[in-house]
């Protein structure tokens, strides 16, 4: 599995998810004026990669199912 490069292609795109929503924590946990501007719009970019990052696995799975 270490050998496909689809594999790091899913790690690259789970860390990305995981770092955006390490941004969504810390700002929510924060407050302030940031997280009034930019909650929502980091909300939609988790959702957006962690789609991705979904739909990636599923292919890794299927490309490795055949």
Known sequence: MNQD???YVVVVAVV???GILMLGIGS???G???NKRNAN???RWRIGAQ???V???MLLVW???H
Request: no cysteine.
């Open 41 to 43: 719009k980091i909300m």
């Open 5 to 7: 490069p689809l594999f």
């Open 63 to 65: 490309v490795r199912g």
């Open 51 to 53: 789609f991705v990052a």
């Open 32 to 34: 302030g004026e940031f």
């Open 16 to 18: 990305i998810v995981l």
């Open 28 to 30: 929510f946990g924060r």
């Open 55 to 57: 739909a990636l696995i």
